[in-house]
């Protein structure tokens, strides 16, 4: 992906379309898919959906989930998230061009709270911390991360605006 590769990201990694979540179209995904994003319309019911979500889990603690998490703080910056969040939690898979702005970005805010990597970016999010949805292994990951998309998409089932793309390494 032109993008990727602009922010120093080196190899043969690239966002595909995940044309359906059914079996048969996952295999169409280049292996290894190392992340997965779903583009989805903030409707009401997921609005609800998710103060019920962080009502339940705002006791648990997600720092000890360790993962990379930057807080969204700029409205519509999803996408720009989600490919932090990507690259992030798999600089073991990828290569960085040396003095890459991204690379140089992610070591400065590695040891950060999601809020500092969030000030740190911008010198109103959505969630305050990230979502344990299982545990899951690298032959299995595509087939678990597309039962979350489906669940975004069955609760919203009047909506059709839905997308999703897999950050692959073939």
């Not at 994003?37 to 962080?54: A, D, G, N, V």
């Not at 400065?108 to 545990?135: C, I, Q, W, Y």
């Not at 690298?138 to 919203?156: G, I, P, T």
Request: glycine share 8%.
């Amino acid at each position: 992906m032109i993008a990727l590769g602009k922010l120093g990201v080196c190899g043969s990694c690239a966002f595909v379309d995940v044309l359906g979540l059914e079996d048969e179209l996952l295999c169409e995904v280049p292996s290894p898919a190392c992340a997965v994003l779903l583009l989805f319309p903030l409707s009401q019911q997921h609005k609800s959906f998710r103060e019920e979500q962080t009502r339940r889990l705002s006791g648990d603690h997600h720092e000890d989930l360790g993962v990379y998490f930057l807080r969204q703080t700029v409205a519509n910056s999803c996408g720009t998230v989600g490919l932090l969040h990507s690259v992030a939690n798999n600089r073991d898979k990828l290569e960085f061009e040396s003095g890459s702005v991204l690379k140089r970005f992610l070591d400065d805010t590695l040891g950060m709270s999601a809020e500092d990597r969030a000030k740190h970016l911008e010198k109103n999010g959505t969630m305050n911390f990230p979502v344990n949805h299982g545990a899951t292994d690298d032959e299995h990951f595509l087939k678990d991360a597309s039962k979350v998309c489906r669940q975004f998409m069955e609760r919203d089932k009047e909506e059709v605006r839905f997308s999703v793309v897999a950050l692959c390494k073939p």
